[in-house]
């Protein structure tokens, strides 16, 4: 294959119309492929099905006596606690469970932050005038869609294969006391799979804010989600934190959502001892505690955090035939061409694609109208808007192998067509 870069007018005119071709061929019959969600395929929720088979005996008192069927244990359970602090590199004097959707605990978190301040804060946040937040890009639209909710003001900062820029970082957070806070998901990012270096999380527990009430959201959400044999080490944001002196700063979120069951899974907030104190003492207004029974049955089915990690071996024997096939087929259709740029992560659960600016909306379009469903262009920034137009998030999870390998050439094909509509334009 010629780059596309390197060819004559003429010759991408002949391009595209042998591409148009390919994309009307592709496009006939009546075709639905999803691919708009970092949804699990059933294969993968079947993986906990044995965890249902508890019997009520098992699922009635907790190790110190606690009927979990009743009302108590705010913060959880102690065993459910115990496993996930374990996981974490935490004690369980850090850990609070919440129900299925970490997404819930970060919202509230930021609710609660706006109406009754954080520890250590001199007044809340809605009582502070303008706020702003940091938002490493690309991100996470569910992140963006809380400020944009709640009127936070919302700035990007660029990402490379380290995590976020730190200088710019640094430079907003200890000048500018209206920032409250960063998103970030350090591990297998959402959605360019990156993992944050060592040294970009000590950056983070150096940081000396200009606010007393700045927040990191430390969204660990792929913290077991590594699908090859080497799986990507994040430094324990925690102890880095601890030697700068810095513990309150952040909170920490996980979940089962992508392990166990994403509709009935289990969530985690883990903060400081100070941290977890004061919001025991306003959740403690809000509810009598999440469900226990599921924090048991978590408990009995995995046993330790090692159970964990065993169990999420069988997630990757799904996950990265899939990923292959999407990495296979770009390096085969797109690479050649000098059109795009992709991570290959070796966890997580997207791809980033980043074409020529001006192609993502047009190539979404385009796949739409063959019957192949994506995450909106755009999604992945602050309020939706792409400046450059070229990044798309790819997201091969839910389709089995055979159906991804097809929505992946029609991808290419879309992608090609997209970025032959642009050069010929210029």
Known sequence: MKRYSDMTKDELRAELSAVKEEYSAASRGDRKLDMSRGKPNPAQLDLSMPMLAQPPSDLTVTRKGTDVRNYGELAGVDECKELFADL???????????????????????????????????????????????????????????CQEFGIEMISIPMDDNGPD???????????????????????????????????????????????????????????????????????????????????????????SKVTFSGAGLAVLAASENNVKFILKQMGVQTIGYDKINQLRHYNFFRSADGIRQHMKKHAAIMAPKFDCVLMTLQMEIAPLGIASWHEPKGGY??????????????VALCKDAGLTLTGAGAPFPYGKDPEDNVIRIAPSYPDVNTLGAAMKLFCICARLAALEVLLAE
């Open 166 to 256: 730190m200088d710019l970082v640094r430079q907003y957070v200890e000048s500018d006391p209206s920032v409250k806070g960063i998103w970030c998901v350090p591990k297998y990012s959402n959605p360019s799979g990156i993992t944050y270096s060592d040294e970009t999380v000590r950056a983070f527990a150096a940081l000396k804010p200009a606010a007393d009430d700045f927040r990191i959201f430390w969204d660990n959400a792929y913290l077991v989600h590594g699908f090859r044999d080497e799986d990507e080490q994040l430094l324990n944001i925690f102890d880095a934190c601890r030697e700068a002196g810095s513990e309150d700063m952040v909170y920490e979120f996980i979940s089962t």
């Open 350 to 363: 997207f791809v980033a694609y980043t074409g020529l600016p001006g192609t993502a909306k047009r190539t």
């Open 88 to 146: 974490l590199g935490l004690k369980p004097e850090n850990i609070i469970m919440g129900g299925q959707s970490s997404l819930n605990l970060m919202y509230d978190s930021i609710t609660r932050a706006l109406l009754l301040g954080v520890y250590g804060g001199s007044k809340p946040w809605s009582q502070q005038g303008k706020l702003k937040f940091l938002c490493p890009i690309p991100g996470y639209d569910r992140h963006f869609a809380i």
